[in-house]
């Protein structure tokens, strides 16, 4: 089957629906829809049973994407492994990370890379904690960064990294100078909420979500730019980790105190890959490029 058919099928699986795959393809939904239709009519079965309450994989839809993955990946193992018989190290590599990371982190990581090997690409989609697991079990991502993860049938732990809840907030805040910071001292100050809506509930705590429906911020959102942008007005204080402020933090624009209660000292930021993944000679050297990077990143944020 052709290539197109093949990235079509794959994003459809991901995105159950058309109109998205088309969008993340960057083609049209009709165009999608034919060669979906094109696979459909060479296998001689419906891979995707569509009503009203969306699209779903059939059984065979399932073994089909299977296919499609491992022949996609093939292809670009084929590609690099040609290439780098010259010397020369290209493919691409996909990542599935949270949007924290999106702001320093990644930027910084995939410049460095792209200065150096100038035949290496990446694909990055930001999702939730959860959804970084989902990917890369299914091998639909070379690698992810998610928190928390645990070793299991499609995943493996590559790093991992302390990454606590802090306070952040001005540096000429009033409870800027505490070596640490409960959240009773918090409770009379204007609090800014990241809206911690599905999965992200799973790492805040009993104590740190009962402490949020009891006192009301000034603001809840799930824009980072917002949150942050109010956080260097002086508008209030966030509960958060120290991923999405790194430049802030250390440029002295922002600080973070640490935060004593329960599971804020529990969270972990994990790099995972699948065990089922074939290597190439892109993602061994960004696997190694994103070691290093969180080892710096850890020394950066004091961790021993």
Do not use: W
Request: net charge neutral; glycine share 6%; hydrophobic share 40%.
């Amino acid at each position: 089957m052709h290539a197109t058919a093949l990235r079509c099928l794959v994003m459809v699986a991901e995105c159950l629906s058309i109109r998205e795959a088309a969008e993340r393809l960057h083609i049209s939904p009709s165009a999608v829809s034919r060669q979906i239709q094109k696979v459909e009519d060479r296998l001689g079965t419906r891979l995707f049973d569509r009503d009203k309450n969306g699209t779903h994989l059939t059984e065979a839809g399932r073994l089909a994407v299977q296919h499609a993955k491992e022949t996609l990946s093939g292809y670009e193992r084929l590609h690099g492994d040609i290439r780098n018989l010259s010397g020369m190290v290209s493919g691409l590599v996909s990542i599935a990370t949270l949007n924290s990371l999106t702001v320093k982190f990644l930027p910084e990581l995939i410049s460095s890379v792209a200065d150096q090997h100038m035949e290496v690409t990446f694909r990055v989609v930001a999702c939730d904690p959860m959804e970084v697991s989902q990917q890369v079990a299914s091998c639909s991502v070379d690698f992810g960064l998610t928190f928390n993860a645990v070793e299991a049938k499609g995943i493996k732990v590559l790093k991992n990294m302390p990454c606590p809840f802090v306070v952040i907030m001005r540096p000429d805040h009033p409870l800027a100078s505490e070596k640490s910071l409960t959240l009773d001292q918090c409770s009379g100050q204007r609090l800014i909420y990241q809206e911690n809506s599905g999965p992200m509930r799973l790492f805040l705590g009993e104590d740190l979500e009962k402490f949020q429906h009891l006192h009301l911020p000034v603001l809840t959102s799930n824009s980072l730019t917002l949150l942050k942008n109010l956080l260097l007005r002086g508008t209030g204080l966030a509960f958060y980790t120290r991923l999405a402020f790194a430049e802030e933090l250390s440029e002295g624009k922002l600080v973070a105190v640490p935060l004593v209660c329960e599971r804020a000292d529990s969270i972990n930021l994990n790099l995972i890959t699948s065990p089922h993944a074939m290597p190439t000679a892109a993602t061994r050297l960004v696997s190694r490029t994103l070691k290093q990077a969180l080892e710096q990143l850890s020394i950066d944020f004091g961790n021993k």
